[in-house]
Each structure stands twice: as C-alpha cells, then as structure tokens.
C-alpha cells in the first residue's frame, strides 16, 4: 500500500503558498484572507475593476505593503516578514520608473547591483538582456529618447538582470498605445515561456488576462471570485461577477420552473443543470451575445425567440446588435460574425429568429 505521506513529500512545491493573506488601511480591509498557490513557470494574471485589491496582493507579495496576517512562502520559504530587498523578484511598473540621467545601459545594469559578476560580466549580461528584449544597439541612448514601448522593455529587462526566482508586473502595458501595447504583450508571453520565470501581472483589461495568462486569478472586494484557466473563466464562471466582468454577458431575469427548466413570464427555456436552484427560485439566466444563434431554425430547435433589430453597431470583425423580443423585458445583445446571416444587411426594425442553445445557458441566482 502506497504512504500517503511520501507522495505528499514527492508532490512539487509551488513557487509561491499564500495562506489568509490580509491587509487594512485604516478602515478599509484591502485584502480578505487570501488563499493561493502558484506553481513554477506559471504565468498568473491578478485581474479585477479598480480597488478590488489586486495590486495590494501584488505590493504585499513584494513586502512594499506588509500585510497585517497570514503568510507568504516562495519556495518554500517564509518571506512574510521579510523587507523588499530579502525577496527573490523583479518588478516592472506602469510608469517604466527609470533613471532619466542613466543611459539605458547603466539602468539595465542597476538591476545587477550587489551581485558577483565582474565588469565585463556585468556589461556581457546586460548586452544578452538588451538583445532578449529587442534594444540591440540602444546601449547607450538616454529614457527620453526612446518610445514607450521601448522604455517599458527597458524596465522588463532591468527586473530580468538578476534572474529572479519571481517577476511581477504592475499593469505595465496599460500606458502604451494600442498596437504597441499588444505588440508588447505577444513579446512578454514569449520571453517568459522561453525563461520559464514564474510570472504575476496585474491588469484590468480583460483581453490581456485571457490572451497571455497560463491562470486567472479573479478578484473583487479584496477577495478571489475564481481561479482558472482564461477558458474556465470565461466558459465556466463561478459567480454572475465573473460572467460580467469577463466578456458581455445577458442577464434575463427567470424562475427556476422545473429540473432542466426555467421561465421567463410564460415563456419556458430548456437549460441542461439549474441544480443548486430548485424549482420556484428567482434566478438570472445568462447567456453570451456570441452564443446567441441567428437564421432559420427547424420546429425541433429548443429556445426559439422571434426577434426585432433595435440597433446595430459594426465592430470590425463582427456586429453587435440589440434586439427585443416580446416574450423578454430587456433587450438581448448579439454578436453577429461575417458569415451566414451576417451577410444579410441589419437595420433597425429587421425581423430575426433567433435560438438560445441550451448548453450555452448559465443560471446564477438573482442578485448575485
């Protein structure tokens, strides 16, 4: 029979063990027991709207705000009472925060103070940096003759220069134009898989989290809403928080009626799981505007709706349309690709049939 205790001993340890991490100002609980385990080579983004905690969580991981409880462990190792320069991390900010009067050189190379290399250790490292990042014969120019993004790499690559065992990011693409920002971001993702640097980023922007994140960590209140991978969170919400904030979402007011169904007035939808809910529960039926289907459906398609074009917005790769249905009291958003139906022309008053495919339904409870 196999010891339980050696396969406990044999299991990787993560990167990073949060155990009841809590932080106040004054009044204000930032941060509320925080649990989270973060594996090696993992890329975690701390993603949330303004003042969910996310860069409290961030700042406490990096002893730049000491949380008032529990315990961080990096490897192993208790670093919950450490100071900032006792922890193995590098940090990149929103605002790049580097040296004006330093040359872009000499800021790389501040990343490597109070380590052993040599002189031309020391130059030999932050050239491989600089070429790691794409600044190949920028050596010697000074921040304010870069672009944005330029300096945002120098910060990256200054947080690189010792190799640390933890690299966080602080919204650092937030400032940066649109195309550079996601030029940028393509670029961090490949240079951390390549370093295999176990990486946290804040952001708010929610395509960022789900483009280059490895795991989500949902936040709200100074607590975690969910963790998962970008498909869990958007396909598998856990709570009505996480289906709006990630993605449009439509919310319906509904009545559990029955296992496998809800109404809407007296309009009955067929939804596969309303379990917890039980029958009589006032619930939230939920679906994405991209899953809403749009043509000509047979008399066996389940959720049928007839529907009116209220407006039409064109977004580039798709239109967003709002329709109303008179068996609905809110109006329905749906996203409707270039192919298909999309080809015909939408205009406000167009009659459309559309389908709520059952396994697209999600139900939350009301209010939540």
Do not use: W
Request: charged share 20%; with cysteine.
């Amino acid at each position: 029979m196999q010891d339980l205790s050696d396969t406990a001993q044999t299991a990787p340890m993560p990167a990073l063990q949060i155990s009841g991490l809590s932080k106040s100002f004054g009044t204000f609980t930032a941060l509320k027991g925080i649990d989270l385990a973060i594996e090696k080579g993992e890329f975690v983004c701390f993603l949330g709207p303004s003042g969910c905690g996310k860069t409290t969580l961030l700042r406490a991981i990096a002893g730049l705000d000491v949380q008032d409880y529990g315990t961080i462990l990096q490897n192993g190792r208790d670093i919950s009472g450490l100071p900032v320069h006792g922890r193995d991390f590098g940090i990149v900010f929103q605002s790049y925060a580097l040296f004006p009067n330093l040359s872009v050189a000499r800021n790389v190379g501040f990343g490597l103070r109070g380590s052993d290399l040599g002189r031309q250790q020391r130059k030999a490292r932050v050239a491989e940096l600089l070429s790691m990042v794409g600044l190949d014969g920028q050596a010697e120019k000074y921040p304010a003759q870069l672009s944005g993004g330029q300096q945002q790499r120098v910060a990256l690559a200054r947080a690189l220069a010792p190799s640390p065992g933890l690299l966080l990011l602080d919204e650092p693409l937030s400032a940066l134009d649109a195309q550079v920002r996601l030029h940028l971001r393509d670029q961090l993702r490949q240079l951390q898989r390549e370093l295999g640097v176990t990486t946290i980023m804040v952001t708010h922007d929610q395509d960022e989290a789900l483009s280059i994140a490895d795991r989500i960590v949902v936040m709200r209140q100074g607590q975690i809403e969910q963790i998962g991978t970008p498909e869990e969170v958007f396909r598998h919400p856990a709570t009505a928080f996480v289906a709006g904030f990630l993605g449009d979402m439509n919310f319906i007011p509904a009545r559990v009626q029955s296992a496998g169904t809800v109404a809407v007035g007296d309009t009955v939808f067929e939804v596969p799981d309303t379990a917890p809910h039980a029958p009589g529960d006032a619930v939230s039926l939920c679906i994405r505007p991209a899953d809403i289907m749009v043509g000509d459906f047979g008399d066996d398609t389940p959720n049928r709706l007839g529907a009116t074009v209220r407006t039409v917005s064109f977004r580039g790769n798709f239109h967003q349309l709002s329709v109303r249905c008179p068996d609905l009291a809110e109006p329905l958003d749906i996203e409707l690709r270039h192919q298909g139906e999309a080809r015909r022309r939408m205009t406000e008053g167009t009659a459309l049939d559309i389908a709520l495919p059952p396994r697209k339904l999600v139900l939350f409870p009301a209010g939540g």
